[in-house]
């Protein structure tokens, strides 16, 4: 049912795209921005208090529906399941955007690839090259598709039922709408959203870079996961993006031109500098990786089944 669940939900998103910010997920913001209002006094009991009520309800709910569904039917739970990762997933929701700047940057059309980059990254670049745009489309295309797809994979096989893609999605969004990648005090109000995230991410962001590996130059994806990951700021990003950047044989992190000076982060990967070619072997990978993630699945099934 896993199997069946997750294929369904993909060929829904690719017919109709759920988006990144669909009613669901704009009601729960809305949750979280009043309970912030009540909770937030610098305190960061109050921190951990407001992320408890953010999740667990929403857990209890959905955990609830899908047992209750399952006693009347088994078909009606896989229903519920279908329908959870359409809301948590988000396959499209990252690719089109890929796609944009991928056939933008074929045709030579710069302002219209640096533009769809400031909306999609949300910050502003100063006029970054072909070479730095490629480069921080196949880093942002890497980082969506574990977040939007292989995380929640993983954690829709690792617990019961929708409450694993679900957990991951709150926690996601809570860890954006309240903590900061910035150094926090401890007693922020955010800090244990963040601390959170990591910890639920942790399992996901690993497997994706294993799967990375397998489907890419699995050699170099180690080499890199192991020599450079350490050095990114967020460590679960730098795994990501040092086995993609490995398996692809590109060259990733280095700093950027932005409003202000120069912003500097490491180097990720081997190989040659991003150009559009590899925009397009990022798809492959993704795509690969996506089909190895199938494949594993069917035979957890089968394996179900003669058991």
Same mark, same amino acid.
């Given at each position: ?26 009601l729960f913001l809305s949750y979280a921005d009043a309970l912030e209002r009540y909770f937030n006094t610098g305190v960061r009991h109050h921190g ?85 745009? %490629?480069?921080?489309? &196949? ?5 969506? !598709?574990?977040?939007?797809? @292989? $995380? =929640?994979?993983?954690? /829709? ?38 601390? %959170?995230?990591?910890? &639920? ?5 690993? !497997?994706?870079?294993?799967? @990375? $590996? =397998?489907?890419?130059? /699995? ?68 795509w690969r990786t996506l089909v190895l993630w199938l494949l594993l699945l069917l035979l957890l099934e089968i394996a179900s089944w003669v058991g």
């Open positions: 049912m896993t199997l069946f669940s997750l294929i369904f939900a993909l060929l829904l998103e690719q017919w109709r795209p759920s988006g990144d910010r669909n009613r669901v997920i704009l951990i208090a407001a992320w408890v009520a953010a999740v667990v309800p929403v857990l209890i709910v959905t955990g609830w529906i899908y047992y209750f569904l399952y006693n009347l039917s088994p078909l009606l739970a896989c229903g519920w399941n279908v329908a959870i990762l359409y809301f948590t997933m988000g396959f499209r929701q990252f690719g089109d955007t890929f796609a944009e700047i991928k056939e933008a940057l074929k045709n030579g059309d710069l302002l219209l690839a640096r533009k769809l980059l400031r909306e999609w990254r949300g910050t502003p670049e100063d006029e970054p090259s072909s070479q730095e745009i %490629a480069r921080i489309t &196949i880093e942002l295309g890497l980082i969506h !598709s574990h977040r939007y797809v @292989f $995380a =929640i994979i993983v954690c /829709f096989v690792v617990l019961p039922g929708p409450l694993g893609p679900v957990l991951y999605r709150l926690a996601e969004l809570l860890s954006e709408r309240w903590g900061s990648r910035e150094p926090q005090a401890p007693d922020a109000f955010g800090h244990f959203a963040v601390k %959170a995230f990591d910890a &639920i991410d942790w399992i996901p962001a690993r !497997s994706t870079a294993v799967s @990375f $590996a =397998i489907a890419g130059n /699995f050699e170099d994806a180690v080499y890199c996961w192991r020599a450079q990951a350490a050095s990114w700021i967020d460590h679960a990003q730098g795994i990501i993006l040092a086995s993609g950047a490995g398996a692809l044989g590109v060259r990733l992190g280095d700093s950027l031109r932005e409003e202000g000076g120069q912003y500097y982060r490491p180097e990720l990967g081997v190989g040659e500098e991003a150009d559009m070619d590899f925009l397009q072997s990022t798809v492959g990978l993704i």
